[in-house]
């Protein structure tokens, strides 16, 4: 939508028309629409991506498809870490790493990588060096991107996960130990001087409740 033409007649008059067969004199681009796996893209021109917790999609449409609906599922792929204890999607993490052979780095509008070789349609003997020199520069970009989305995810998601764990481990280390190294026989004295105050107090009251029962007989007889 950021893309649109503009017709103006610099002697005389000029009517335009759109699609609809209307006066107008700007047509203004419209971005792709699309819902993948039940979640709205976001969309500049032809360039659809996605991020949500299960899927993260960036991919290119062809001008072939026009304003014909057009369906795919997306049913798996990249790589799925486990970050915590419990095996659910909460708890899981998938990543994927994009094609970098040298048909894939590059695009349709510069070329791919492998247009450069010897008899391609970018090779350096047939005199294509800005062609080159655009397809490389792309490469260069795609793989920087790639290097960086792979770096982020080891530091921010693996390491932090990878920290919170051993710091997890050590107070449990800790706390096993504080137990494995109590004071038996410290211990066994209080729980046998517990047991001492409990059976004496239980024979005082026995005692006391005795008495009263003892006179009430006595006035009785």
Do not use: C, W
């Amino acid at each position: 939508s950021k893309s649109y033409v503009s017709v103006e007649a610099k002697r005389g008059s000029l009517t335009t028309l759109n699609m609809a067969n209307t006066v107008a004199t700007r047509a203004t681009g419209v971005d792709a629409v699309a819902t993948i796996n039940g979640a709205l893209t976001v969309a500049d021109g032809l360039h659809i991506m996605l991020n949500t917790a299960t899927l993260d999609l960036e991919l290119t449409l062809k001008n072939t498809v026009g304003t014909t609906a057009t369906t795919f599922n997306v049913t798996g792929g990249g790589a799925k870490f486990q970050l915590g204890p419990q095996v659910n999607s909460a708890q899981q993490i998938s990543l994927g790493v994009q094609s970098v052979a040298g048909t894939s780095l590059g695009d349709s509008d510069v070329g791919f990588l492998s247009d450069i070789v010897s008899g391609g349609p970018a090779s350096l003997r047939n005199g294509s060096m800005t062609s080159a020199s655009k397809i490389i520069e792309r490469s260069i970009n795609q793989v920087s991107v790639l290097r960086g989305r792979l770096g982020a995810f080891e530091k921010n998601t693996l390491e932090t996960n990878v920290n919170s764990l051993q710091m997890a481990l050590e107070n449990v280390t800790q706390s096993e130990s504080n137990i494995r190294d109590a004071d038996f026989a410290a211990e066994t004295s209080n729980l046998t001087r517990a047991q001492i105050l409990t059976q004496a107090g239980t024979s005082v009251l026995a005692t006391a409740n005795s008495t009263p029962q003892s006179v009430l007989k006595l006035l009785g007889g």
